[in-house]
């Protein structure tokens, strides 16, 4: 009796917790299944499933480590200025030919600056996309190994 109770029990909060898991999936017993063989079916088809794709549901998603981002939000401008304004002062025989360089320096430093941050927010969002589509794969994999299984034991599932 206490085993049977302890059983309800534990199949009834895994029930709860996967019921979100399984939310996207109509389940009719065809053959007549009880409730009570219906969880115990979603349970074992939960674990197969997940053997089978590698993949649990019950988890919160995971995501490999993002590629290391360079991009410096500053700098490039100073930096180029200070190498303008040096290489003005010594090519040219004024204070004005180093100001004129580190002018053109500061704007050649600004735009190679702007463009590294557009390359790095370019390549964060293609790892955002690459990770999702992981996600969504996995899922597909596991949806496809639980209906499987559901339907081997018995019911229709959509």
Do not use: H
């Not at 009796?1 to 109509?26: P, Q």
């Not at 589509?133 to 209906?147: F, L």
């Amino acid at each position: 009796m206490k085993l049977s109770i302890i059983f309800i029990t534990t199949t009834l909060v895994i029930a709860g917790l996967m019921k979100s898991a399984m939310a996207d999936f109509m389940i009719f017993p065809a053959k007549g299944q009880s409730n009570e063989q219906l969880e115990q079916d979603k349970f074992s088809c939960y674990g197969w499933a997940k053997q089978q794709s590698g993949f649990d549901p019950m988890k919160a998603p995971t995501t490999s480590t993002p590629a290391p981002s360079q991009e410096k939000k500053s700098g490039g401008v100073v930096k180029g200025a200070l190498g303008g304004a040096a290489l003005g002062a010594i090519i040219g025989d004024s204070s004005r030919s180093a100001r004129n360089a580190g002018a053109a320096g500061a704007l050649i430093g600004g735009v190679r600056q702007s463009s590294a941050n557009r390359k790095t927010q370019q390549n964060t969002e293609q790892w955002k996309q690459q990770e999702a589509n992981k996600y969504a794969n996995n899922r597909n994999q596991y949806n496809r190994a639980y209906s499987a299984c559901l339907e081997g034991k018995g019911y229709t599932v959509k």
